[in-house]
T-cell receptor, first 116, second 109 residues
Framework: GAGVSQTPSNKVTEKGKYVELRCDPI?????LYWYRQSLGQGPEFLIY????????DSGLPNDRFFAVRPEGSVSTLKIQRTERGDSAVYLC??????????????FGEGSRLTVL | KQEVTQIPAALSVPEGENLVLNCSFT??????LQWFRQDPGKGLTSLLL?????REQTSGRLNASLDKSSGRSTLYIAASQPGDSATYLC????????FGAGTRLTVKP
């Protein structure tokens, strides 16, 4: 596609439920990032994929959070047993570059998650 | 762990003023630095990307500088307009990409 696409744009769920957030990066971009942004804060790094593998998952807050990118394109962020504190906008970004040849990061519009 | 700080947190100026937004980072071992704009409820739009070997980049009324050794970058906006009102975020890439909390800019007509 022309840009990074994220679905759903809005998700309201109940505490304890499981959610999946999807990111479709720009075609040909090998690097994919997930961030979480709370109101009034900058984006907080969660995980970075280079191709199919998670190059850095140090930002995932706990083991309820997991992300996959099985074919090196679309990625899914999975959150188990959601808590109210998980409410935030989840942003996805992609880039052409590998770690040693960095390039511009392009963001999607985000998925707003609200846990009641 | 890389820490990115942006000063000021908020800025309000009259239309037409030139202004400078500041970004500082703690680890100078970076590949690049990128400035973004974020409008309320929207994603991030890339404004300028400065590679670690570069000193500055310009796009229209925007100019960004990078002093890697001192861990600083500035975003200069010339002749500000009400349409420039947004939050401006800087991010440094050193393996992963770390963001500052942003500067919320309001340009009054």
């Amino acid at each position: 596609g022309a840009g990074v696409s994220q679905t759903p744009s809005n998700k309201v769920t109940e505490k304890g439920k499981y959610v999946e957030l999807r990111c479709d990066p720009i075609s040909g971009h090998t690097a994919l990032y997930w961030y979480r942004q709370s109101l009034g804060q900058g984006p907080e790094f969660l995980i970075y994929f280079q191709g199919t593998g998670a190059a850095d998952d140090s930002g995932l807050p706990n083991d309820r959070f997991f992300a996959v990118r099985p074919e090196g394109s679309v990625s899914t962020l999975k959150i188990q047993r959601t808590e109210r504190g998980d409410s935030a906008v989840y942003l996805c970004a992609s880039s052409l570059s590998s770690v040693s040849n960095t390039g511009e990061l392009f963001f999607g519009e985000g998925s707003r998650l609200t846990v009641l | 762990k890389q820490e990115v700080t942006q000063i000021p947190a908020a800025l309000s100026v009259p239309e037409g003023e030139n202004l400078v937004l500041n970004c500082s980072f703690t680890d100078s071992a970076i590949y690049n630095l990128q400035w973004f704009r974020q409008d309320p409820g929207k994603g991030l739009t890339s404004l300028l990307l400065i590679q670690s070997s570069q000193r500055e980049q310009t796009s229209g009324r925007l100019n960004a500088s990078l002093d890697k050794s001192s861990g600083r970058s500035t975003l200069y906006i010339a002749a500000s307009q009400p349409g420039d009102s947004a939050t401006y975020l800087c991010a440094v890439f050193g393996g992963d990409m770390r963001f500052g909390a942003g500067t919320r800019l309001t340009v009054k007509p």
